[in-house]
């Protein structure tokens, strides 16, 4: 029997499409609200995005490319390459084990040991899942329209590195604090990269790096964010900051919400 290119193909897509469909359906079991958030067709776009991310590391078992979603899902999309998480990479990069269950098993135990220390900067003295600290810290952001200088950029960095070990104690105690000092200074750049100068609009910009993940300015599983930062139609610096705002601040509070109407102690963080 001969079969042909066009059959190999069908068979292809037809096994892709299986694979998207089960992951979808496991995703709105286990993340139902970042599903809720995204809608079925970005989540799927997520899915496939991840699906080659873990490739990329030579992750092709299914067990292993669903549960490299599961991590982006849990830290951001850019969790492989984010300041923060250096240890994400190296376990991706470690070829060593030539098994690669055991390599995902390994990056698997790594992120929830990280995320139970973490959780403790989402929970009030009772131990209840809370955002109070950092929301009305982010509500301080509505002033400084100042352009920083390059006088004042070391006091800045200064500033703004103090603000993230008095919001998040235990995510920078646990990230130490030579990675926070070179995620809040490469924040600084990446905002100077989108022509976002101002003083409120880099703090914005580098707290949600820190909040939602490294690379949350390029997460398909926050769309709003690359759409905001790359909008020709705002060439005003000022109106999009203002609109990253409170697009952001709105994410958080639906997130919140569901998170709370659901009683999902972990929902705060995942």
Known sequence: MVIRKQQVEALERAATEAFEDRTYAHLKKWFPHHCKLLG???ARRVIRHGWEKAKSYDLTAE???RSYIEFMFLLGGGFDSDILLPWAAEILNDKSPRDEVARADRLYHK???YIDHIALDYRDANGQPTTER???DLKQLRNGDETLT???MPQFLESLEMRFHRLFPAKCDYVGRENVRQAVSNGVESAKGYGITI???ITLFTAMRFILGGGFDQDLLL????TILTDQRIPDQFKRVDKLYAEGVGCLRRWWD???AAGDVKGVLE
């Open 40 to 42: 079925e067709d970005q």
């Open 63 to 65: 067990c292993c490319v």
């Open 111 to 113: 992120i929830w040991h």
């Open 134 to 136: 950092f929301m009305g």
């Open 150 to 152: 390059p006088a004042g």
């Open 199 to 201: 003083e409120r609009g």
């Open 223 to 226: 769309p709003w964010a690359s």
């Open 258 to 260: 569901l998170s709370s």
